[in-house]
């Protein structure tokens, strides 16, 4: 290791740090101008044991945004001198205001320190930090001065050069994270800068940052080295502030900003305890309640159980509308095509397929809202914040709660969340725990269920299932943890940005970008799915029936016409409504018993031994196995193979119910959908993010998983004779 040092000293203004450059330099020490700028430059020297150091004193600064020349110098020469070592002077009384300087610093990705300075005013004014727990949160040492009576000088210098050293191994600063959003436009930029070549003092993510910041310095220097490079770079960086303003009606800066202190935020709830005249604002005193260790989880509780019965209840009249429009395009189809196969297509494959699921729209779009709502307002954090113990009986913490969250929308983009995680095991275990997580997907096969047969407690019936969820989750990843992923847990800071009122532009455009997702799937892999399943259910399209069923419509249509010719006004209309019922009746034997001998009737036969201890029978057990392309297929193959035709939603209730299919048998089929494999998007997902082991271990463990769940469920429910 080199035995000449330089440790640059950085702060804010009045935190102590000249006091302390003072006590270690002593008389050693010069005082200039830094080159080219008037601002004063102080540097020093120190003997310690074997080393020669070399201490700069930074210009005070509370930020390193570059309004002002102290600014611009002070990370100009973390950047470009590149000191062996950045010691952050932290007034110990006043953490909040010194940790937005702090965190800057930390993004030039540098090796670092934090000295809690004045901590004689912090005891003082009651104020405790616990140091090893910020240590561990941040990564780096932390150490506690007391700069006028130069008490922890000494330390303060011996874990600079152990950190040092530990850099000179191998060691990496941790990145500060923020809220999804801002990280997604920060990794672009970080991406397109690496993919350009283009070489800029500073780690990549802090250029990406200050370009997003709209940085003139950083702009201009990426100008000066590749115009081309730049101009594509600058444009992407347009989009992306675009982006952010759109959503947030406010300056990338600012939502950043807002960010940052979300940050400080959960460093303060982490290790400051006895915080006396402390700021106390909207959010703190809405904290008080919301993030309680007694309270809060209830509160959570409560909010995730009124956003299923408002998904269902508020959802029931939109979803009327629809049906009744799908019933109405059905019919006109019906009357105005002439019989043939591709008319029995369109209505008994593309309209039941489709028209199935479409009716679930609304729903959706309302799942979707409250999940936005709850990370426009900040309660998102708030969430994983309250997780946090029950994360760590799955060796996990409170940020892995976040993906998991969003799993409730869609799981795709839940697993590329887990990117946020540093510890890999952590990413890998959150990754295989969040499948648990019941996306938007399968909310048609519980309305469809739940409304059938609990229509006065379905709400609830579905928040039960999303809570068992995340129940199976927290015990896999238990499960997990032991057996593969043994270790130590990763430390965390959780954000708490401030709470905000939620701008319903946002939201609606939260809302509608997942909902365009689901609108997608209705002509792609429903679409098709539903054609193939239509497909194998209607041919051969020759079978040898058990009965004449024409020759028998025939003979019952006679008789009543008969019966009908003979018998007065009233009593013909009551014989009218009784031949309807009696041939629809026929219908429905025949089209069961021409399904029975399709080719999709037969694979039902060889998947029937597998499901029919669970209680599925084997209509159910082919749409389940349809499911692994979409959940929404899940419905769409029920509405097929249940011939509801034109009929709408209310049909396919009747059919389930006529199949044989009881509530304990209903339970058992959507508790298997909230477990078992997910769609192949997701599967492809584990793949591309974790590995192709991974992705496999998951497609096979959520399948046993549901089966022996769906058969725990099942099984009980016969022997307390709820069957």
Same mark, same amino acid.
């Given at each position: /290791?080199?035995k000449?040092?330089?440790?640059?000293?950085?702060?804010?203004?009045?935190?102590?740090?000249?006091t302390?450059f003072n006590?270690?330099?002593?008389?050693?020490q #010069?005082?200039?101008?830094?080159?080219?700028?008037?601002?004063e430059?102080?540097?020093?020297k120190?003997k310690?044991?074997?080393?020669?150091?070399?201490?700069?004193?930074l210009p005070?600064?509370?930020?390193?945004?570059?309004f002002?020349?102290?600014?611009i110098?002070?990370?100009?020469?973390?950047i470009?001198?590149?000191?062996?070592m950045?010691?952050?002077?932290?007034?110990a009384s006043?953490?909040?205001?010194?940790?937005?300087?702090?965190i800057?610093?930390?993004e030039?990705?540098?090796?670092?320190?934090?000295?809690?300075? /004045?901590?004689?005013?912090?005891?003082?004014?009651?104020?405790?930090?616990?140091? @090893?727990?910020?240590?561990?949160?941040?990564?780096?040492?932390?150490?506690?001065?007391?700069g006028n009576?130069n008490?922890?000088?000494?330390?303060?210098?011996?874990?600079?050069?152990d950190e040092?050293?530990?850099?000179?191994?191998g060691?990496?600063s941790?990145?500060?994270?923020?809220?999804p959003?801002?990280?997604?436009?920060?990794?672009?930029?970080?991406?397109?800068?690496?993919?350009s070549?283009v070489?800029?003092e500073?780690?990549f993510?802090?250029?990406?940052?200050?370009?997003?910041?709209?940085?003139k310095?950083?702009k201009?220097?990426?100008?000066?080295i590749?115009?081309?490079? @730049?101009?594509?770079?600058?444009?992407?960086?347009?989009?992306?502030?675009?982006r952010i303003?759109?959503?947030f009606?406010?300056d990338?800066?600012?939502?950043?900003?807002?960010d940052r202190?979300?940050?400080?935020?959960?460093?303060?709830?982490e290790?400051?305890?006895?915080?006396?005249?402390k700021?106390?604002?909207?959010?703190r005193?809405?904290?008080?309640?919301?993030?309680?260790?007694?309270?809060?989880?209830?509160?959570?509780?409560?909010?995730?159980?009124? /956003?299923?019965?408002?998904?269902? *209840?508020?959802?029931a009249?939109p979803?009327?509308?629809?049906?009744s429009?799908?019933?109405?395009?059905?019919?006109?189809l019906?009357?105005?095509?002439?019989a043939?196969l591709?008319k029995?297509?369109?209505?008994?494959?593309?309209? @039941?397929?489709i028209g199935?699921?479409?009716?679930f729209?609304?729903?959706?779009?309302?799942l979707?809202?409250c999940?936005?709502?709850f990370?426009?307002?900040?309660y998102?954090?708030?969430?994983a914040?309250?997780?946090?113990?029950?994360?760590?009986?799955?060796?996990?913490?409170g #940020?892995?709660?976040?993906?998991?969250?969003m799993?409730?929308?869609?799981?795709?983009?839940?697993?590329?969340?887990?990117?946020?995680l540093e510890?890999?095991?952590?990413?890998i275990?959150?990754?295989?725990?969040?499948?648990?997580?019941?996306?938007?997907?399968?909310?048609?096969?519980y309305?469809?269920l739940?409304g059938?047969?609990?229509?006065?407690?379905?709400?609830t019936?579905i928040?039960?299932?999303y809570?068992?969820g995340?129940?199976?989750?927290?015990?896999?990843?238990?499960?997990f943890?032991?057996?593969?992923?043994?270790?130590?847990?990763a430390?965390?800071?959780?954000?708490l940005p401030?709470?905000?009122?939620?701008?319903?532009k946002?939201?609606?455009i939260?809302?509608?970008?997942?909902?365009?997702?689901?609108?997608?799937?209705?002509?792609?892999?429903?679409?098709?799915?539903?054609?193939?399943i239509?497909?194998?259910?209607?041919?051969?399209r020759?079978?040898?029936?058990?009965?004449?069923?024409?020759?028998?419509i025939?003979?019952?249509?006679a008789?009543?016409?008969?019966?009908?010719?003979?018998?007065?006004p009233?009593?013909?209309? @009551?014989?009218?409504?009784?031949l309807?019922l009696?041939?629809a009746?026929i219908?429905?034997?025949?089209?069961?018993?021409?399904?029975?001998? *399709?080719?999709?009737?037969?694979?039902?036969?060889?998947?029937?031994?597998?499901?029919?201890?669970?209680?599925?029978?084997w209509?159910?057990?082919v749409?389940?196995?349809?499911?692994?392309?979409?959940?929404?297929?899940v419905?769409s193959?029920?509405?097929?193979?249940?011939?509801v035709?034109?009929?709408?939603?209310e049909?396919?209730e009747?059919?389930l119910?006529?199949?044989g299919?009881?509530?304990l048998?209903?339970?058992?089929?959507?508790v298997?959908?909230?477990?078992y494999?997910?769609?192949?998007?997701?599967? /492809?997902?584990?793949?591309?993010?974790a590995?192709?082991?991974?992705?496999?271990?998951?497609?096979?463990?959520?399948?046993m998983?549901a089966?022996?769940?769906?058969?725990?469920?099942?099984?009980?429910?016969?022997?307390?004779?709820a069957?």
């Amino acid at each position: /290791m080199n035995k000449h040092l330089t440790l640059a000293l950085a702060g804010n203004p009045n935190c102590g740090k000249t006091t302390i450059f003072n006590n270690l330099t002593g008389a050693r020490q #010069k005082v200039g101008n830094w080159p080219g700028v008037t601002v004063e430059k102080k540097e020093g020297k120190l003997k310690f044991r074997d080393y020669d150091l070399t201490i700069v004193d930074l210009p005070g600064t509370y930020s390193l945004t570059p309004f002002s020349i102290e600014e611009i110098t002070a990370r100009d020469f973390v950047i470009n001198e590149r000191p062996d070592m950045v010691v952050i002077i932290i007034d110990a009384s006043n953490l909040e205001r010194s940790l937005f300087l702090a965190i800057q610093i930390l993004e030039l990705g540098r090796p670092a320190i934090f000295v809690l300075n /004045m901590a004689d005013v912090a005891d003082a004014k009651g104020i405790q930090i616990n140091e @090893a727990k910020l240590s561990q949160l941040l990564g780096l040492p932390v150490v506690f001065t007391i700069g006028n009576k130069n008490e922890g000088t000494d330390h303060l210098v011996e874990a600079a050069i152990d950190e040092i050293l530990r850099f000179d191994q191998g060691k990496e600063s941790r990145p500060i994270r923020y809220s999804p959003k801002i990280e997604a436009c920060i990794t672009k930029i970080q991406a397109d800068l690496i993919e350009s070549g283009v070489n800029m003092e500073g780690a990549f993510r802090w250029n990406a940052v200050k370009i997003l910041e709209d940085d003139k310095v950083i702009k201009t220097r990426l100008q000066e080295i590749s115009a081309p490079a @730049a101009e594509r770079i600058l444009k992407s960086a347009h989009e992306s502030r675009k982006r952010i303003q759109t959503l947030f009606e406010d300056d990338f800066e600012i939502v950043l900003t807002d960010d940052r202190y979300g940050v400080i935020a959960g460093i303060v709830k982490e290790t400051v305890t006895n915080l006396a005249g402390k700021r106390i604002d909207i959010s703190r005193n809405i904290d008080l309640v919301l993030t309680d260790r007694f309270f809060g989880i209830p509160v959570f509780i409560f909010f995730i159980w009124a /956003m299923f019965q408002l998904t269902f *209840s508020l959802g029931a009249y939109p979803m009327g509308w629809i049906e009744s429009a799908v019933s109405l395009l059905s019919s006109g189809l019906e009357k105005f095509l002439p019989a043939s196969l591709l008319k029995d297509l369109l209505i008994n494959g593309v309209m @039941a397929g489709i028209g199935s699921v479409i009716v679930f729209l609304p729903n959706i779009l309302i799942l979707f809202f409250c999940i936005a709502l709850f990370e426009d307002t900040g309660y998102m954090a708030r969430a994983a914040f309250l997780m946090d113990r029950v994360m760590h009986t799955a060796g996990l913490h409170g #940020k892995s709660f976040i993906p998991m969250l969003m799993g409730f929308g869609c799981n795709v983009p839940a697993i590329m969340a887990t990117r946020t995680l540093e510890s890999r095991k952590d990413r890998i275990l959150t990754i295989l725990m969040t499948p648990f997580m019941s996306c938007s997907a399968r909310l048609p096969v519980y309305i469809v269920l739940a409304g059938s047969f609990f229509p006065d407690r379905a709400g609830t019936v579905i928040f039960g299932l999303y809570f068992l969820g995340i129940l199976i989750a927290i015990l896999s990843g238990r499960l997990f943890r032991k057996i593969l992923f043994k270790g130590e847990e990763a430390p965390f800071i959780m954000e708490l940005p401030p709470y905000r009122i939620p701008m319903v532009k946002s939201l609606v455009i939260h809302m509608w970008d997942r909902g365009k997702m689901f609108l997608k799937k209705m002509g792609g892999v429903i679409l098709v799915g539903s054609i193939i399943i239509w497909g194998l259910s209607n041919f051969p399209r020759h079978l040898s029936y058990s009965e004449d069923y024409d020759g028998k419509i025939h003979s019952v249509k006679a008789e009543y016409a008969r019966k009908i010719e003979s018998a007065g006004p009233q009593a013909a209309e @009551a014989l009218d409504q009784q031949l309807a019922l009696v041939l629809a009746d026929i219908h429905h034997k025949q089209a069961r018993e021409r399904i029975a001998g *399709s080719y999709i009737g037969k694979i039902g036969k060889v998947l029937e031994p597998v499901f029919s201890p669970i209680g599925i029978g084997w209509q159910a057990s082919v749409a389940l196995v349809s499911g692994f392309v979409a959940k929404e297929v899940v419905v769409s193959t029920m509405g097929v193979l249940y011939g509801v035709g034109h009929e709408g939603g209310e049909a396919l209730e009747k059919a389930l119910k006529k199949s044989g299919m009881t509530a304990l048998s209903a339970l058992s089929i959507m508790v298997f959908v909230l477990l078992y494999v997910p769609c192949f998007a997701t599967v /492809m997902t584990i793949y591309r993010e974790a590995s192709a082991v991974w992705a496999g271990f998951n497609l096979i463990y959520t399948t046993m998983v549901a089966w022996g769940m769906s058969f725990l469920v099942y099984r009980t429910g016969m022997m307390l004779g709820a069957g």
